[in-house]
């Protein structure tokens, strides 16, 4: 069993910058894409940005790219969502997740592991 676990999520003003990170533990011998995804109140999960296993790829959401950055540190099975300029539209509940399939996917049903989620709240 994997289990994930955010940290680092809080409230912050707009422009105002936030570093999410993601623990993996239990069977961390896999190798997992990660990803990060997020739901705000009334709305549908969604893509946020995945990074490969090597990290040698990684995919974002129009509305994050050139702001956010993923980025994963394997010797501490550890996965990062930098997050910059922060709007008010980027608040929501931040979700990790985890798939050991070849192909990086971009939607929920890809990934069969996932954290609680850590809460981001961005005032205007």
């Known amino acids: 069993q994997v289990h994930l676990a955010e940290s680092g999520g809080g409230l912050v003003q707009t422009g105002g910058s936030q570093r999410l990170s993601c623990v993996v533990s239990?069977?961390?011998?896999?190798?997992?894409?990660m990803a990060w995804f997020r739901q705000a109140p009334g709305k549908e999960r969604e893509f946020v940005a995945a990074?490969?296993?090597?990290?040698?790829?990684?995919y974002y959401a129009d509305s994050v790219r050139g702001r956010f950055t993923i980025s994963r540190d394997n010797a501490e099975n550890t996965v990062y969502l930098q997050m910059n300029s922060l709007k008010p539209e980027d608040t929501a509940v931040y979700y990790c997740?985890?798939?050991?399939?070849?192909?990086?996917?971009?939607?929920?049903?890809?990934?069969?592991?996932w954290g609680q989620g850590t809460p981001v709240t961005v005032s205007s």
């Open positions: 239990g069977r961390t011998s896999g190798r997992y894409n």
């Open positions: 997740a985890a798939d050991q399939r070849s192909v990086v996917g971009t939607l929920p049903s890809h990934y069969p592991y």
């Open positions: 990074i490969s296993w090597y990290g040698n790829n990684e």
